[in-house]
Antibody, heavy 119, light 107 residues
Framework: EVQLVQSGAEVKKPGESLKISCQGSGYTFTNYWIGWLRQMPGKGLEWMGIIYPGNSNTKYSPSFQGQVTISADKSINTAYLQWGSLEASDTAVYYC????????????WGQGTLVTVSS | EIVLTQSPDFQSVTPKEKVTITCRASQSIGYSLHWYQQKPDQSPKLLIKYASQSFSEVPSRFSGSGSGTDFTLTINSLEAEDAATYYCHQSSSLPHTFGQGTKLEIK
């Protein structure tokens, strides 16, 4: 079974750093893209960026470029989403999801990671 | 960046009713339009890929159509379990974008 398992919920203070993860299983991790998506409380889905773990080719949405870092460690089938300095507005559920190519649909999705940033 | 606009934003419907949700793109995206269902506190699930191709194990009452800039998701004979928010997603060009979502409430 193809599966993406994300790291657990996080509670952080403004200014802190954070790295959340997404581990793939049941398929060849290096042959598919992984995307990261944001869902702010009560809001819709936003495409943040994607990475191809085979060569770490990464593409960002202009809205998120410079705000987050997407990376991957193919030796442990894991993709990451990282912040250097969190803001309260980063409070959201973050999903990872798989794509066959950079211009395809997302399936499957991870279970989501809730990030709460509050002083 | 391509903007996707869904309508309606919200619809209250009765079981067995037929529902139509539309998604309009700000420029032509061919058939690169996909539909997802998200139930409360769950991850989105793919329903339709490439405008009209049903994804595996999706009930046959869900169907999609359209091309270019205008797309439709149709749910025939709505069931109570279809209460959810539905999103369209374009993958024609980077960055991908999503519609704002359509929330279906079952009366």
């Amino acid at each position: 079974e193809v599966q993406l398992v994300q790291s657990g919920a996080e509670v952080k203070k403004p200014g802190e750093s954070l790295k959340i993860s997404c581990q793939g299983s049941g398929y060849t991790f290096t042959n598919y893209w992984i995307g990261w998506l944001r869902q702010m409380p009560g809001k819709g889905l936003e495409w943040m960026g994607i990475i191809y773990p085979g060569n770490s080719n990464t593409k960002y949405s202009p809205s998120f470029q410079g705000q987050v870092t997407i990376s991957a460690d193919k030796s442990i089938n894991t993709a990451y989403l990282q912040w250097g300095s969190l803001e309260a507005s980063d409070t959201a559920v973050y999903y990872c999801a798989r794509l066959i190519t950079s211009l395809n649909w997302f399936d499957p999705w991870g279970q989501g990671t809730l990030v709460t940033v509050s002083s | 960046e391509i903007v996707l606009t869904q309508s309606p934003d919200f619809q209250s419907v009765t079981p067995k009713e037929k529902v139509t949700i539309t998604c309009r793109a700000s420029q032509s995206i061919g058939y690169s339009l996909h539909w997802y269902q998200q139930k409360p506190d769950q991850s989105p699930k793919l329903l339709i890929k490439y405008a009209s191709q049903s994804f595996s194990e999706v009930p046959s009452r869900f169907s999609g159509s359209g091309s270019g800039t205008d797309f439709t998701l149709t749910i025939n004979s709505l069931e109570a379990e279809d209460a959810a928010t539905y999103y369209c997603h374009q993958s024609s060009s980077l960055p991908h974008t999503f519609g704002q979502g359509t929330k279906l409430e079952i009366k």
